[in-house]
């Protein structure tokens, strides 16, 4: 069965510091994927999204994320944090040819002002 | 409407009974999907609406778990003789049918059995 891993929990970083969540899939073919995030009291939000082409993706409020199939990998990144990233976030992904993605458990991400 | 929406936003039942919960997308979107979170466990995959062709219901739990979407568009969750594991929230996403424009969610509805 496809599934998606998200390897941290919980992260906990002050503001200013540098952010990477990892995110791996483990599907060998074509592959759709994107981050989602949910901010305390609010419904999810899509972050990014990479269908195709460049593998480094870039999003909202300063992340990017890059896709390294080799790796079967899709890392978020943020080079400086802000007290306002607090959130939850969601990898997802979702295989070639279907309409239901797979939604990875989520890391908490408290940053400390 | 601007987003999906969900209601109630809290439900507090006693074990047993049974609960609707509903979902409005957003108007035009042909797809609609319904997910579980519970704390620590992500998203749980229950239920997709795909225009008028047949649901997949590959990932409702139990038989006690049924939903229809009336018309294209409103969308009902039914629990019946609701358990304490059923406790969650209830998630509603809708898309335009195409997976490039990812997925709207609403802010869900918290279920708890007590």
């Known amino acids: 069965a496809q599934s998606v891993s998200q390897h941290n929990h919980h992260v906990i970083l002050s503001e200013a510091a540098s952010l990477e969540l990892g995110c791996n899939y483990s599907y060998g073919g074509t592959v759709n994927l994107f981050w989602y995030v949910q901010y305390p009291g609010q419904h999810l939000q899509l972050l990014l999204k990479y269908f195709s082409g460049d593998p480094l993706v870039k999003g909202i409020k300063g992340f990017e994320a890059e896709f390294i199939k080799s790796k079967f990998s899709f890392n978020l990144r943020k080079p400086s944090v802000q007290w306002s990233d607090t959130a939850e976030y969601f990898c997802a992904f979702l295989r070639g040819g279907s309409y239901i993605p797979t939604f990875g458990r989520g890391t908490s991400l408290i940053v400390h002002p | 409407g601007a987003g999906v929406s969900q209601s109630p936003s809290n439900k507090v039942t006693e074990k047993g009974k049974d609960v609707e919960l509903r979902c409005d997308p957003i108007?035009?979107?042909?797809?609609l999907y319904w997910y579980r979170q519970s704390l620590g466990q992500g998203l749980e995959f229950l239920i997709y609406f795909q225009g008028n062709s047949a649901p997949d219901k590959s990932g409702l739990p139990s038989d006690r778990f049924s939903a229809e979407r009336t018309g294209g568009s409103v969308s009902t969750l039914t629990i019946q003789r609701t358990q304490q594991e059923d406790s969650a929230v209830y998630l509603c996403?809708?898309?335009?049918?195409?997976?490039?424009?990812?997925?709207?969610f609403g802010s869900g509805t918290r279920l708890t059995v007590v």
């Open positions: 996403a809708s898309s335009p049918g195409q997976a490039f424009y990812g997925y709207t």
């Open positions: 108007s035009g979107h042909t797809a």
